[in-house]
Nanobody, 124 residues
Framework: QVQLVESGGGLVQAGGSLRLSCAAS????????MGWFRQAPGKEREFVAGISGGGSFADYADSVKGRFTISRDNAKNTVYLQMNSLKPEDTAVYYC?????????????????WGQGTQVTVSS
């Protein structure tokens, strides 16, 4: 059974940092892109960052570019999201997901496995 478990969320002041982790189990995902999405209350789920299966290519939403860094350790079947210079508008539940393809995608419909989410709250 495939399972994705996120961790590392929490409460942080504006300007602070958090590092999210997503550990996958049940199968190996080294050949598939992985992504992070987020959903704030009353808003649709949005793409945050994606990384290719081999880890050589990363894609970021404009709103987080230069502040967030996605990485992966295929030996550990784990993907990370380092979040720096956090802003109150980054407050959301963050989800990791496995893409159907080896290249990154921004649409959530192209991801077929999802974690349960981890809350990130940034206070002003």
């Amino acid at each position: 059974q495939v399972q994705l478990v996120e961790s590392g969320g929490g409460l942080v002041q504006a300007g602070g940092s958090l590092r999210l982790s997503c550990a996958a189990s049940g199968r190996t995902f080294s050949g598939y892109a992985m992504g992070w999405f987020r959903q704030a209350p009353g808003k649709e789920r949005e793409f945050v960052a994606g990384i290719s299966g081999g880890g050589s290519f990363a894609d970021y939403a404009d709103s987080v570019k230069g502040r967030f860094t996605i990485s992966r350790d295929n030996a550990k079947n784990t993907v990370y999201l380092q979040m720096n210079s956090l802003k109150p508008e980054d407050t959301a539940v963050y989800y990791c997901a496995v893409c159907r393809y080896s290249g990154t995608r921004r649409s959530s419909v192209q991801y077929n496995y999802w974690g349960q989410g981890t809350q990130v709250t940034v206070s002003s």
